[in-house]
Nanobody
Framework: VQLQASGGGLVQAGGSLGLSCAAS????????MGWFRQGPGKEREFAAA????????IYTDSVKGRFTISRDNVKNMVYLQMSSLKPEDTAVYYC??????????????????WGQGTQVTVSS
């Protein structure tokens, strides 16, 4: 699977931003999808994941209630809608694909394919 993330940019604290990830190359609906992020000087961390059908999602605690992950299996797209953004959300955001295993995973090492990342900067 080839993944291409887009939609990053500069936004003020409290604002909103939507990220997109386009997938190609294999049957998109065979994959659970995740968003990860890596802030300046920080380790990569899990943000959100969605299962192959879109029927199940999980979020890290720091983004719950503010971020929404979704997908469109017809368009081969996964999205991350972010609202009430905080400066600590500043990071490079990556989309990742994991062959469906029945349980959503938060460990990036368990994901099979990665996009190139898109920068999100939240100013205070």
């Amino acid at each position: 699977v080839q993944l291409q993330a887009s939609g990053g940019g500069l936004v003020q604290a409290g604002g909103s931003l939507g990220l997109s990830c386009a997938a190609s190359g294999r049957t998109f609906s065979n994959y659970d999808m995740g968003w990860f992020r890596q802030g300046p000087g920080k380790e990569r961390e899990f943000a959100a994941a969605i299962n192959w059908s879109g029927g199940s999602t999980i979020y890290t605690d720091s983004v719950k209630g503010r971020f929404t992950i979704s997908r469109d299996n017809v368009k081969n797209m996964v999205y991350l809608q972010m609202s009430s953004l905080k400066p600590e959300d500043t990071a490079v955001y990556y989309c990742a694909a994991q062959w469906y295993r029945g349980t959503l995973r938060i460990d990036g090492n368990e994901y099979d394919y990665w996009g190139q990342g898109t920068q999100v900067t939240v100013s205070s």
